[in-house]
């Protein structure tokens, strides 16, 4: 449907078009809700051959799951999707049915809702370690949930970002042998004896560089010249969320353990009355299930704030 010939207000406008957004979408659809996907087409798991740990869909490429699902939410009447980016939205104000705001589109186009949803995903940034980057979603990895079967008894590595690291050195250890990557970070001599208890070794110098034909891996390559053999990589990266759209708006940000994220309510409402959000960017935890089922309450959350009126 074109953009051209929808009504002067849609119910709402979703921004992210990937498991979180398109989870919502669906939701509104079935509420027989005018509904404006805006996507860019760039979600977070594209480096990823295959997406696990999904219901019913274990080993689907998630770039796949994402066609098939478009493709369903599309098929109702009153969805549209809308390729582009998100730049700025404001609250213009409040109209007969609710809140009223406003998105810019990078097309210079405007659409206009009643409710926003942000499934805006996160972009990860990674540690300035040369090889580590073109690896991602391949050798180097950050959910053992999703990737860890497949590594199962390979030499594995976890890179040291902080206390958490221990934990997550632990967990790694369920899959296969495993180091811990200390990269000149310090450890204390409890947390040393437990990983050493529970057979997890430690390396304590930097990391230079990653090794091996891209994008997998065969070494990590010390700073002190040893090469420290090693098949997979699991980091937990720092992430960023899109500020100038999330500030354009006013939502409020807390500090997630890996990185900012967008403050929400239970019923996954911003500090923004009539902006929902849902995904990466809105929960804890990060693989395709909780995203998807992320979405499904944002969606209906937000279609009971349009029953409701102003009142969520």
């Given at each position: 449907m074109p953009i051209e010939t929808l009504d002067a207000s849609l119910d709402a406008v979703v921004i992210g078009g990937s498991f979180a957004g398109l989870s919502a979408a669906l939701q509104l659809a079935r509420a027989r809700r005018t509904v404006a996907v805006v996507d860019d087409g760039?979600?977070?798991?594209?480096f990823a051959a295959r997406s696990h740990g999904f219901f019913a869909q274990d080993g689907t490429p998630p770039l796949q799951?994402?066609?098939a699902a478009r493709e369903r939410v599309q098929a109702y009447p009153t969805v549209?999707?809308?390729?582009?980016?998100?730049?700025?939205?404001r609250r213009d104000g409040d109209g007969d049915g609710g809140r009223q705001f406003s998105v810019s589109l990078d097309d210079g186009r405007t659409l206009a809702a009643r409710?926003?949803?942000?499934?805006?995903?996160?972009?990860?940034?990674?540690?300035?370690i040369d090889g580590l980057a073109p690896r991602?979603?391949?050798?180097v990895?950050?959910?053992?949930?999703?990737?860890?079967?497949?590594e199962a008894g390979r030499r594995l590595g976890v890179l040291s970002a902080g206390p958490a690291s221990v934990h997550h050195a632990l967990l790694i250890k369920e899959w296969g042998p495993t180091t811990l990557l200390l990269n000149g970070q310090p450890l204390d001599d409890d947390e040393a004896g437990r990983l050493r208890a529970h057979g997890v070794a430690i390396e304590p110098a930097v990391v230079q560089a990653l090794?091996?034909?891209l994008p997998r891996l065969s070494?990590?390559?010390?700073?002190?010249?040893?090469s420290l053999p090693l098949d997979a990589l699991f980091v937990a990266p720092r992430v960023r969320i899109g500020h100038e759209l999330v500030d354009s708006l006013g939502c409020e940000l807390t500090d997630g353990p890996f990185g900012p994220m967008l403050r929400v309510n239970d019923m996954k409402q911003t500090s923004v009355p009539g902006v929902y959000a849902a995904g990466d960017a809105a929960h804890l935890r990060h693989n395709a299930t909780f995203a998807s089922a992320d979405g499904v309450l944002a969606g209906v959350s937000l279609h009971h704030s349009l029953i409701a009126g102003l009142g969520a």
């Open positions: 760039a979600p977070r798991n594209r799951l994402i066609a549209q999707f809308v390729s582009g980016r998100a730049l700025r939205a409710r926003l949803l942000l499934a805006i995903g996160v972009q990860d940034t990674f540690p300035d991602w979603g391949v050798s990895l950050h959910c053992p949930y999703c990737h860890g079967y497949e090794e091996g034909p070494a990590v390559r010390l700073a002190d010249g040893r």
